[in-house]
């Protein structure tokens, strides 16, 4: 399932576009206060906003969360936390919330957890590598990506599926050492690439396999734990 679990179709899903967007913003938001607030010197910050201008994020919004972020607005803070726990078929998962409080999404977790098991802080992040994760996407379908990645400074590349590219043109997700990310992020951009996700990640050191039942199960819990207004990220070591 690579570095993070996606919802397949998720953006065509027109009544979850909403819940899309303010997790966007609230990228941005968070991108933009933890670092430059300069897209040109911030990867994370520029990656977060090419990738909401991808999805015709209006521009407005996109002001807004770098205003609030620089203090020019009302200010909301939001604090990253990490749960650690099993999916249905023993599959392990770390969840990453962005919440402005704490109390309300830890009880949401522990009630969507009623299907998996809810871990201790280290319960499975053991199994798990940091890593470094940019998207990118070239106009020529041409490029030799892992060529690319030996330049970018990555210790890994795959091709990303023709359903997460503008048609015509090639997509990869490069993986890299945590403290290489922006450098990975920022060769790319110099050499024609349009990175569209560039973060820090949890890569499974090794995959679970599930029967076809159980992936539905397990499926079923992510699209849950995903529709939670506060989850930001998804991390899962399945097949």
């Not at 020019?72 to 604090?79: A, G, H, Q, R, S």
């Not at 990453?96 to 957890?113: P, Q, W, Y």
């Not at 997509?171 to 349009?194: M, N, Q």
């Amino acid at each position: 399932m690579g570095a993070q679990w996606k919802h397949a179709g998720r953006t065509a899903n027109a009544s979850k576009r909403g819940a899309m967007i303010s997790k966007m913003i609230k990228e941005i938001t968070v991108a933009a206060k933890n670092g430059d607030p300069n897209p040109d010197n911030n990867a994370r910050l520029r990656a977060a906003v090419e990738a909401a201008r991808k999805e015709s994020v209006p521009r407005d919004n996109i002001d807004r969360a770098l205003k609030r972020a620089a203090g020019l607005l009302d200010p909301v803070t939001y604090e990253t936390i990490l749960y650690e726990g099993f999916a249905p078929a023993k599959v392990p998962i770390i969840v990453e919330c962005l919440t402005d409080n704490k109390n309300r999404t830890a009880s949401d977790i522990r009630v969507i957890f009623r299907d998996g098991q809810l871990g201790a802080m280290g319960s499975v992040a053991w199994m798990f590598d940091r890593v470094g994760v940019v998207e990118a996407t070239h106009a020529d379908k041409n490029q030799d990506i892992e060529g690319a990645a030996i330049e970018a400074s990555a210790q890994n590349v795959e091709p990303l599926s023709d359903a997460d590219v503008p048609a015509g043109h090639l997509g990869a997700r490069f993986f890299c050492d945590p403290t290489d990310l922006d450098t990975c992020s920022k060769y790319l951009s110099s050499h024609g690439w349009s990175v569209t996700m560039s973060e820090l990640s949890y890569q499974a050191k090794n995959s679970v396999e599930v029967s076809d039942d159980q992936r539905k199960d397990v499926i079923a819990f992510l699209e849950k734990v995903d529709d939670n207004d506060d989850v930001h990220r998804i991390y899962t070591a399945l097949k």
